[in-house]
């Protein structure tokens, strides 16, 4: 069974940045694809990043493409999300998510309990 423990958020004002971390444990963290997700209140989850388990092909939502950007750490286990030029629209629950081998589209194994990140203005 894989954890999944995001940390990093927090409250910042509009235009700032923030680096989230996700450290797994329990599994392989080198054979998982990783990603990002978020929910806004009332909104549904949405997502945000991905990147292959050898850290290339990261895949954004058009939306954030040049703002947020994907990386992962194998030797730590711990994939981040590096967040610029935040908005309010930004403001939203974070998730880490892994999946394992075979990958489908669509489908993640396993969720983090996420991290609370609001962008004021």
């Known amino acids: 069974q894989v954890q999944l423990v995001e940390s990093g958020g927090g409250l910042v004002q509009a235009g700032g940045s923030l680096r989230l971390s996700c450290a797994a444990s329990?599994?392989?963290?080198?054979?998982?694809?990783m990603g990002w997700f978020r929910q806004a209140p009332g909104k549904e989850r949405e997502f945000v990043a991905s990147i292959s388990p050898s850290g290339g092909t990261p895949y954004y939502a058009d939306s954030l493409k040049g703002r947020f950007t994907i990386s992962r750490d194998n030797a730590k286990a711990t994939v981040y999300l590096q967040m610029s030029k935040l908005k309010p629209e930004d403001t939203a629950v974070y998730y880490c998510a892994a999946d394992e081998p075979p990958f489908i589209a669509g489908r993640w194994d396993y969720w983090g309990q996420g991290t609370q990140v609001t962008v004021s203005s």
């Open positions: 329990g599994g392989t963290f080198s054979r998982y694809r």
